[in-house]
């Protein structure tokens, strides 16, 4: 399968823990996008990066989030000192910016996602 | 700013009907559109995307969605519900800025199909 992957699928843990969840995204692809998505919403924008650097970050990446991409290739979303609020789901996009034409293909590719909950 | 509005929490159609699913977009400038698919315990699948080259866009799975400049729509359809429809459907907008193309999403709409 050469589709965007995560790991761990499922992750529990008690208030006051570190996590940490690991995305692979499509080989070729240059951008790589967290999101988070609590039950019965839409997923929300976290963080994007281009190859290894950062480029943007949400206003909902508290300072208890970090997330990395070293290498250009997998990232990594820590998170700290766990809150009951931080349970969601945790998705993972990436996508391969460039131009077709006239149009502008960023179309973005989802990873199942990691399901955090925090007791 | 731009965003996308759902009309529709929850949508129930019998299997074999047609489906429509409502958004609405908010933008000053025409906008790139998805829809994205959810199953349970499944990752977002994209369905088909909206980026100018042509106002009526055929996805997979026999859905397509037709942008309307002048009703700032983008409604999803489907002539013939199958059961492995059954899913939350979101609208999405994709903005921008150079440096990054943040998706905004909509609230989302849950399709139930019955038979």
């Known amino acids: 399968d050469t589709g965007v992957s995560q790991n761990p699928r499922h992750k529990i843990t008690k208030r006051g823990q570190n996590v940490t969840f690991r995305c692979d995204p499509i080989?070729?692809?240059?951008?790589l996008y967290w999101y988070r998505q609590t039950l019965g919403q839409g997923p929300e924008f976290l963080t994007y990066?281009?190859?290894?650097?950062?480029?943007?970050k949400s206003r909902l990446l508290s300072d208890r989030f970090s997330a990395e991409r070293p290498k250009g290739s997998f990232s990594t979303l820590e998170i700290q000192r766990t809150e009951q609020g931080d349970s969601a789901m945790y998705l993972c996009?990436?996508?391969?910016?460039?131009?077709?034409?006239?149009?502008?293909?960023?179309?973005?590719?989802f990873g199942p996602g990691t399901r955090l909950t925090v007791l | 700013a731009q965003s996308v509005t759902q009309l529709d929490s929850h949508v129930s159609v019998s299997e074999g009907t047609p489906v429509l699913l409502r958004c609405n977009y908010s933008s000053s400038y025409s906008p790139s559109l998805f829809w994205y698919v959810q199953h349970p315990n499944k990752g977002l699948q994209l369905l088909l995307k909206y980026t100018s080259a042509a106002t009526l866009v055929k996805g997979i799975n026999g859905f397509e969605a037709e942008f309307k400049k002048s009703e700032t729509s983008f409604h999803l359809t489907k002539p013939s519900a199958h059961m492995s429809d059954a899913a939350e459907y979101f609208c999405?907008?994709?903005?921008?800025?150079?440096?990054?193309?943040?998706?905004?999403f909509g609230t989302g709409t849950r399709l139930q199909v019955t038979l």
């Open positions: 996009a990436s996508s391969l910016s460039g131009w077709r034409g006239k149009l502008r293909v960023d179309t973005q590719y």
């Open positions: 990066f281009q190859n290894e650097a950062q480029l943007e």
């Open positions: 999405v907008s994709l903005k921008n800025t150079g440096t990054a193309s943040k998706l905004t």
């Open positions: 080989s070729e692809h240059n951008r």
